[in-house]
T-cell receptor, first 114, second 115 residues
């Protein structure tokens, strides 16, 4: 069973607010990812990290930022939320030293910006 | 650049029947992994089955099996004895075993199992 946790699961906020979506994993994985997914639609990679102090932007441009100060923690921040940010955000992780290549997902954070 | 294509946006199947979801991919590399992921409504994405490209034998996991055709770059998922709990979005995914470690996902197939 995957040990990757996202909080909050659901968040409704007003325009202009700053929000941070938390993602933590207890598997010691070095690689972590954030995907944006509208309900029932495809996944878009917005950020990824290959280890501590390593972050990269993904294929979909996003106004969010991420940090990776600790191996287990990969938070995503929106400085000023807008209705266009309404979506589901999925965090995932994997171990580059593993033999399976499996990507483990959190349960997602569903964000609604009014 | 690698791509993954799922040409069936939606499918339905009767309970206890068999259904096959299609996936094709494009790469010039020789070593990679292929995956099928399942995302039930409002629930966590989980791995269904994986295939290493160097293995000719098709992977199987209980009722789930794949038809891996490396030359044709095809990776279809067969679900036998479909159950109501199989209702979900299914994503085909690809990753090279070396390099950027960026997963490439298809656009998904929404499968509905009918009672």
């Amino acid at each position: 069973e995957a040990d990757i946790y996202q909080t909050p699961r659901y968040l409704v906020i007003g325009t202009g607010k700053k929000i941070t979506l938390e993602c933590s994993q207890t598997m010691g994985h070095d690689k972590m990812y954030w995907y944006q997914q509208d309900p029932g639609m495809e996944l878009h990679l917005i950020h990824y990290s290959y280890g501590v102090n390593s972050t990269e932007k993904g294929d979909l441009s996003s106004e969010s930022t991420v940090s990776r100060i600790r191996t287990e923690h990969f938070p995503l921040t929106l400085e000023s939320a807008r209705p266009s940010h309404t979506s589901q955000y999925l965090c995932a992780s994997t171990a580059s030293s593993g033999i399976t290549g499996e990507l483990f997902f959190g349960e997602g954070s569903r964000l609604t910006v009014l | 650049a690698q791509t993954v294509t799922q040409s069936q946006p939606e499918m339905s199947v009767q309970e206890a029947e068999t259904v096959t979801l299609s996936c094709t991919y494009d790469t010039s590399e020789n070593n990679y992994y292929l995956f099928w992921y399942k995302q039930p409504p409002s629930r966590q994405m989980i791995l269904v089955i994986r295939q290493e490209a160097y293995k000719q034998q098709n992977a199987t996991e209980n009722r789930f099996s794949v038809n891996f055709q490396k030359a044709a770059k095809s990776f279809s998922l067969k679900i036998s004895d479909s159950q109501l709990g199989d209702t979900a979005m299914y994503f085909c995914a690809f990753i090279l075993t070396s390099g950027t470690y960026k997963y490439i996902f298809g656009t998904g197939t929404r499968l509905k199992v009918l009672a």
